[in-house]
């Protein structure tokens, strides 16, 4: 981690953010909304040695999918989902790290 960070602000968002989801559109509009502020809100506070990370921990095991719609796609991702347990140590690793980089084409790093 770098010694320079004060401190890190941390937001659940979800691949939802960015796939379509049908039945969720209130749930995946709210993560892309929470996405897009950690990424504008990031550059205005690095010079204050604060990181911000958007996580985007889909799926984990939870009773989140209990009264979902039942779709194919649905059933799939819930049987890949990892355990709520193992989030705290990928969040840790993440801070300090540049996690979401957007190019344009032509970009080549």
Same mark, same amino acid.
């Given at each position: 981690m770098d010694a320079n960070l =004060? @401190?890190?602000f941390v937001y659940t968002s979800s691949a939802s953010a960015v796939l379509p989801s049908?039945? $969720?559109v209130t749930y995946a509009s709210t993560k $892309?909304? !929470?996405s897009m502020f950690a990424i504008s809100l990031a550059p205005e506070v690095k010079? !204050? @040695?604060i990181d911000v990370l958007a996580v985007h921990p889909?799926?984990?095991a939870s009773r989140f999918y209990d009264g979902a719609t039942k779709i194919g796609i649905m059933e799939a991702f819930r =049987? !890949? $989902?990892v355990g709520p347990d193992a989030l705290p140590d990928i969040i840790f690793a993440s801070i300090g790290r540049t996690i979401w980089k957007v190019c344009n084409q032509g970009c080549t790093k």
């Open positions: =004060k @401190g890190c049908p039945f $969720a $892309a909304f !929470l010079w !204050l @040695g889909s799926p984990v =049987k !890949l $989902a």
